[in-house]
């Protein structure tokens, strides 16, 4: 189990390190920064002299490297619009897509994993169908369209929840929905096609012919197969949800790494996009170094494979 964990911690260093190259040179490559930060209207003077100031007429291997060993030292710079160290702008910021991003998660495996469960147990019944139309629903709804649905009916007319904001436990409600509402289809087809497989083997009609009850023996005997492609595809969500929660941030407006993101985008913060990028994509390296590990510990043959 050692070896498998050191070999995928290997593997995600190296795309850590590939990922933060090419995020590095696209953020170069659409554009002059220089530029960028003077504005419109700057002469060729001053474009020069901020050039010059911050590096930009450095060659770009100079520029990534000297970027790289201060992100290894958690020194991203400094905004170049809040006129803060990015490190702790971010952190400042980071806490609520955390929260969010959690509470999402495990709102949609809560609702997701069962439903799917059920819908294996019994194909083409009413349940089947419920889970089947939530899955279409899921994935035609924008998720801006349901956010203000919810905001309408919930905070509007009914008065029951705040619709913006992040003071208290219940301003996370109405986004946690809508945000673990997207990861919901994915999760459950693949729960209920992982089911369908698994409870037509050999040993779950050996588990039934020794008397074990069916809820034992779907959510022990069968889930525990069946939830091996789930993990990974949770990751994957959990990483997107962390990353990917600007337009849920911006409705309810959150001030999370999301909603900075889209911020600093628009303001050519570059030090800031540049952390950024990093950040998520770490996030995304991270959560499937995660599931690898837990899905070699749920099938040792993963580990020899």
């Not at 400042?92 to 147990?121: C, D, E, N, Q, W």
Request: net charge neutral; with cysteine.
């Amino acid at each position: 189990m050692l070896g498998f964990i050191l070999k995928r911690l290997g593997l995600a260093l190296l795309v850590a390190l590939t990922v933060s190259f090419i995020s590095f040179c696209l953020l170069y490559l659409s554009g002059d920064p220089a530029t960028a930060i003077a504005g419109e209207g700057a002469s060729a003077q001053d474009i020069q002299t901020i050039r010059e100031f911050y590096g930009f007429d450095r060659p770009m291997l100079v520029q990534y490297a000297d970027w790289l060993w201060n992100a290894a030292h958690f020194n991203f710079g400094q905004s170049y619009y809040f006129k803060l160290p990015v490190a702790d702008l971010i952190s400042s910021r980071l806490g609520v897509t955390m929260h969010l991003g959690l509470t999402a998660i495990v709102f949609a495996l809560l609702v997701a994993v069962p439903l799917g469960v059920l819908a294996a147990k019994r194909p083409n019944s009413l349940t089947d169908k419920l889970a089947l139309f939530i899955s279409v629903a899921g994935q035609a709804m924008p998720s801006f369209w349901f956010a203000l649905v919810l905001i309408s009916v919930f905070s509007i007319d009914l008065g029951w929840l705040p619709a913006s904001g992040a003071k208290t436990w219940q301003h996370f409600i109405l986004p946690t929905i809508v945000l673990g509402y997207y990861a919901m289809p994915a999760i459950m087809r693949l729960t209920r096609a992982g089911m369908l497989e698994v409870l037509s083997s050999d040993y779950i009609r050996t588990a039934r012919a020794k008397g074990s009850s069916e809820w034992r023996v779907l959510f022990t005997h069968a889930l525990r197969n069946a939830i091996i492609p789930v993990v990974s595809l949770s990751a994957v969500q959990m990483g997107f949800m962390l990353g990917g929660s600007i337009v849920v941030e911006s409705v309810f407006a959150l001030p999370g790494a999301g909603l900075l993101a889209w911020e600093s985008i628009t303001r050519n913060d570059l030090p800031t996009v540049q952390a950024l990028i990093l950040l998520f994509s770490m996030f995304y390296i991270v959560f499937t170094l995660l599931a690898d590990i837990m899905n070699a510990w749920l099938d040792p043959r993963m580990r020899t494979s």
